[in-house]
C-alpha cells in the first residue's frame, strides 16, 4: 500500500508539473498566435464558429452566434444569429468568390450577387467606436496540456488597462488559445470586463472543425431580375476608431446617438449631422462637452469608407442614419451585488417602456419660439433613467425634430415617480417619455 501511494504521489507530482504554466514574451505569444492565424485558416474545407455573448448586470443581454462554412479562399457559406429581447433573428450569406455575393434573410429567397458583405440579423445595426488604448499591464503566458489524449498549448493574453478618467474603472481584457501540435487552434476564448470588482460585459469563443464535411458552397437561385446588383443602402465597409473626448467623458455623456449622413456615390460621407442627443445627468448643461462630441464624431466618420447605395443597378447619393453606441466608463451600474440565497447577482436596472402613464407628476415642455416660427411638430421620444427615489436623474432623446428636443429633455428631468422595487428591493427604472407637439 505504501508503494501504491508513492506511485500516485509520482504521477499526480508529473502531471502538476507538466501542466504549470510559464511566464513568456510579448513576442513569443504573437508570433505562436499569428502562425496559428494563417495554418488553421487556410486548411480548407473547415466550419468557423464565433460565439459573442454580451451581459448588464450578470447577465446576458444578447447572443450572437456566427456560422461560417469555408470551401475555399473567398468561397464558403455564412449564417448569423441574434438572440435579443426574447426574439431571434438571422441573416445568410453564401460568397462563391471575391466581389459576388448574395443575401438572405431567410436562407430561402436571394438577392445578388453583389460586391459587398451583407447586413447582419439586425439590419440597421449599431456601431459601436472604441477608444485606442495601452494596457498599463500586460501578462503573457503558456501551459502544456493533455486533453483528450493529445498534447496541448494554452496562451494566455491578460491585459489591464487604467481608467479613462479620474472616477472611472480599469478594464481587462483576458484571451485563452488552445493551440495543438502542429500549432493549429482549436479553440480562443476572450473575456471583457471591468475590475474592482471583477465585473464580466462580453465573452467571445472562437472554434475550428477542420476537414469538416458540408455541402458544396454553390450560387443560390436568384430572381430573374437579379442580374443587376439589388437596391441597397450604404453600408460602412470598415471599422473606425474613435476616441471620446475628456471633456465628454468628464460630463458622464453616454448612451447612443443618431446621426445623420450623407453617403455619395463614391461612398465617401459628405454630411455628418447629430440627429438626437446622447444621455448625461439631469440638471446639468455640457453644452461645449456636447459640442465637441459631435465636432469630434462628425471629423471621425468623415473619413469612414461605406458601400454606396445601389438603385437600379447604379451607385447613388443617399442619405442614412447611423446609431452610435458611446462608451464611456464613467458611466454604469456599479458593482454587482449577489443574493446570498440564490447566489444570482441582484437586479439592479428593470425597462419599464412609455412611462408617460406611471408619472407622479410630468411637467409639460414649452414650446421653443424656433420651432413655433418653422411650425415644427410631431412626437419627441426621451430616454430616462429613474433612481430608486423615482428621481429622473440622466435623459436622452432618441427620436424627435430636432428643434423640439432640448425643451422635451428639460421637462422629462423634471417627471417624478413613485418607487420601484423588485423582490423588495429598490430598483433603478430605464424607459421612454413621449410628448406631442402641434403647433
Not at 477542420?210 to 442580374?227: E, G, H, R, Y
Amino acid at each position: 500500500m505504501k508503494i501504491l501511494t508513492a506511485f500516485i504521489s509520482i504521477v499526480l507530482l508529473a502531471v502538476a508539473s507538466f501542466a504549470q504554466s510559464r511566464s513568456i514574451s510579448k513576442p513569443e505569444h504573437d508570433g505562436a498566435i499569428q502562425y496559428a492565424v494563417s495554418e488553421t485558416n487556410s486548411l480548407f474545407p473547415f466550419v468557423f464558429t464565433v460565439v459573442i455573448e454580451n451581459y448588464v448586470n450578470g447577465k446576458v443581454v444578447s447572443i450572437e452566434t456566427d456560422v461560417a462554412e469555408r470551401q475555399a479562399q473567398g468561397v464558403e457559406r455564412e449564417r448569423k444569429t441574434l438572440q435579443k429581447d426574447g426574439t431571434t433573428t438571422s441573416s445568410y450569406e453564401i460568397m462563391t468568390g471575391f466581389g459576388s455575393v448574395y443575401c438572405s434573410f431567410d436562407g430561402k429567397t436571394w438577392k445578388g450577387p453583389q460586391q459587398y458583405v451583407c447586413p447582419g440579423p439586425d439590419q440597421q445595426g449599431t456601431t459601436r467606436l472604441y477608444r485606442p488604448r495601452e494596457p498599463e499591464k500586460a501578462e503573457y503566458s503558456v501551459e502544456t496540456k493533455v486533453v483528450n489524449g493529445r498534447e496541448v498549448k494554452i496562451y494566455r493574453e491578460y491585459l489591464i488597462f487604467a481608467p479613462s478618467t479620474k472616477n472611472g474603472r480599469k478594464d481587462f481584457r483576458e484571451s485563452v488559445a488552445t493551440i495543438d501540435q502542429k500549432g493549429l487552434f482549436t479553440t480562443v476564448f476572450d473575456t471583457e470586463g471591468t475590475l474592482d470588482p471583477r465585473i464580466v460585459t462580453l465573452t467571445r469563443t472562437q472554434t475550428w472543425k477542420l476537414n469538416a464535411k458540408f455541402d458544396p458552397v454553390v450560387a443560390p437561385k436568384t430572381p430573374i431580375d437579379s442580374a443587376l446588383p439589388p437596391d441597397s443602402v450604404p453600408m460602412m465597409k470598415d471599422s473606425v476608431t474613435y476616441t471620446m473626448p475628456k471633456s465628454a467623458l468628464d460630463a458622464e455623456i453616454g448612451g447612443t446617438v443618431m446621426l445623420a449622413m450623407r453617403i455619395e456615390e463614391t461612398g465617401k460621407p459628405s454630411k455628418v449631422v447629430a440627429a438626437t442627443l446622447p444621455m448625461w445627468p439631469c440638471g446639468e448643461n455640457p453644452a461645449k462637452a456636447l459640442e465637441e462630441l459631435f465636432s469630434t464624431l462628425r471629423d471621425t466618420l468623415m473619413t469612414a469608407n461605406f458601400s454606396p447605395a445601389i438603385k437600379d443597378g447604379k451607385p447613388v447619393a443617399k442619405d442614412i442614419g447611423l446609431k452610435i453606441q458611446l462608451e464611456n466608463p464613467n458611466v454604469d451600474s456599479g458593482p454587482v451585488e449577489i443574493d446570498p440565497l440564490s447566489g444570482k447577482p441582484k437586479a439592479k436596472l428593470v425597462t419599464g417602456g412609455v412611462l408617460n402613464g406611471k408619472a407622479t407628476y410630468l411637467p409639460k415642455p414649452s414650446y421653443p419660439a424656433e420651432a413655433r416660427a418653422k411650425r415644427d411638430s410631431g412626437t419627441v421620444s426621451v430616454q430616462v433613467l429613474i433612481d430608486e427615489q423615482g428621481k429622473v436623474i440622466r435623459a436622452g432623446v432618441v427620436s424627435g425634430p430636432t428643434t423640439l428636443q432640448f425643451a422635451s429633455r428639460e421637462s422629462a428631468c423634471g417627471a417624478k415617480y413613485s418607487p420601484t422595487t423588485l423582490a423588495g428591493q429598490p430598483v433603478k427604472v430605464s424607459g421612454i417619455i413621449v410628448y406631442n407637439f402641434v403647433p
